[in-house]
C-alpha cells in the first residue's frame, strides 16, 4: 500500500522497513537516492559514515557493494560490513578508516547530532558532521567517486555548498521522498570527485 498523505510516509516506511528487514527507515532515503542519482553500483566499495543501526549499510550490500562503516555508538554485525566504532570529527578514526581500506568509490554519510530542537543547534551541529565527513572523503574518496552527504538546513547551507561545489563534477542539493515533509534534512549529491587537491580547472569553473 502506498502512503495516502503526507503525515502517512512516517509510519508507511516504518512499517516498510519491518517488513523489508531493514534495521531503519532511513534505508528508503538512500535506495531513492540510488534510484535517482546512481551512487553505489555492483563491486563498489562504501566508506558509510553515521553508519548506526545499518540501514544504509544494510541497502549498500544489497546493491553489492563492499562497505566499511562508521560509528560513535555500536552497531550489531552485518554480513560484508566492517564496523569500526569511532568519532568522524576525530583524526584517529581516520587512521582506523584507512587501517581497513585506503580507498573507496563511494563515500555516503547519514551522521546526525541527537536533535535537540533548537533549530539553529542542530543545524551548526550537522554542518560540523558533514565538514567532517567531507575532510575523510577527501582523503580517502578515488577520483572520480561519489559523496552523499546529510545536513539540516540553515544559515550556513549556502556556505557549505560552496565549499564542497568545486570538487564535484555533478552536483546537486536532495530530499528523497522518505525524509519527513517538515524535517530540515536535506542531502548533497556530489558525483564525479576531482581529487584532493581541486584540479585547477574543472568543469565546475564556468557552472
Ligand atoms: C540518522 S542515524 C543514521 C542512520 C543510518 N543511516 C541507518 O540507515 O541506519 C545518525 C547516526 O549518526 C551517528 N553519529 C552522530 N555523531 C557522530 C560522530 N561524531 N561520529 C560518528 N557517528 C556519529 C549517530 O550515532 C547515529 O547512529
Known amino acids: 500500500m502506498k502512503p495516502r498523505r503526507v503525515d502517512d510516509r ?3 516506511y516504518y ?4 517488513k523489508k528487514g531493514y534495521r531503519s527507515r532511513a534505508a528508503f532515503k538512500l535506495l531513492q537516492i540510488n534510484g535517482k542519482f546512481g551512487i553505489i553500483k555492483k563491486g563498489y566499495s562504501v566508506l558509510d559514515l553515521g553508519a548506526s543501526p545499518g540501514g544504509w549499510s544494510q541497502v549498500a550490500v544489497k546493491l553489492g557493494a563492499e562497505v566499511v562503516a562508521v560509528d560513535i555508538n555500536p552497531m ?5 560490513v566492517t564496523f569500526i566504532r569511532g568519532d ?3 583524526k584517529e578514526t581516520l587512521e582506523k578508516i584507512k587501517e581497513v581500506r585506503s580507498e573507496f568509490d ?3 554519510s547519514d551522521a546526525a547530532p541527537k536533535i535537540t530542537g533548537k533549530w539553529s543547534m542542530d543545524h551548526f551541529i550537522s554542518i560540523e558532521l558533514a565538514r567532517a565527513a567531507f575532510n575523510i572523503a577527501k582523503e580517502v574518496l578515488k577520483p572520480g567517486g561519489n559523496f ?3 545536513i539540516f538546513q540553515g544559515e550556513e547551507t549556502g556556505k557549505f555548498q560552496r565549499e564542497l561545489k568545486p570538487y564535484f563534477r555533478f ?3 536532495h530530499s528523497p521522498q ?3 515533509k517538515r524535517s530540515a534534512e536535506t542531502y548533497f549529491i556530489g558525483k564525479g570527485f576531482g581529487g584532493r587537491w581541486r584540479p585547477k580547472r574543472m568543469k565546475s569553473d564556468q557552472d
Open 10 to 12: 512516517q509510519d508507511y
Open 171 to 173: 552536483k546537486k542539493f
Open 106 to 108: 563511494v563515500v555516503i
Open 148 to 150: 552523499v552527504v546529510k
Open 88 to 90: 568522524i570529527t576525530k
Open 15 to 18: 512499517w516498510e522497513a519491518k
Open 178 to 180: 522518505a525524509s519527513r
Open 76 to 80: 550489531p554485525p552485518i554480513e560484508g
